[in-house]
């Protein structure tokens, strides 16, 4: 079983940049592959980016394309979410997830969540 933990968040103005992590509090992702996704107030939750267990593969949503981008530090068990150039429309609550299947992400694990504020 696997154990999310989000940190990283906060706020930040229009142009800044901040880094999501997402740990297995148990130490290791277990052959999992991660992706993040987010919600906004009265949205429903959207996918953002994924990356396969091994790191090999990612793919990102079109709204964080060129934007943002996420790693795994195998030493460390975390995956990381870089965003850059962030935008007021960016404002949510991001939320790590873990599936074995990664073509068809299906979360079977979540994260709490933590939240990034850009403000204009």
């Known amino acids: 079983q696997v154990q999310l933990v989000e940190s990283g968040g906060g706020s930040v103005q229009a142009g800044g940049s901040l880094r999501l992590s997402c740990a297995d509090s148990r130490g290791t992702f277990l052959s999992y592959n991660i992706a993040w996704f987010r919600q906004a107030p009265g949205k429903e939750r959207e996918f953002v980016t994924k990356i396969t267990w091994s790191g090999s593969r990612t793919y990102y949503a079109d709204s964080v394309k060129d934007r943002f981008t996420i790693s795994l530090d195998n030493v460390k068990n975390t995956v990381y979410l870089q965003m850059n150039s962030l935008r007021p429309e960016d404002t949510a609550v991001y939320f790590c997830?873990?599936?074995?299947?990664?073509?068809?992400?299906?979360?079977?694990?979540w994260g709490q969540g933590t939240q990034v504020t850009v403000s204009s």
């Open positions: 997830a873990a599936s074995t299947a990664y073509d068809t992400f299906n979360p079977q694990y």
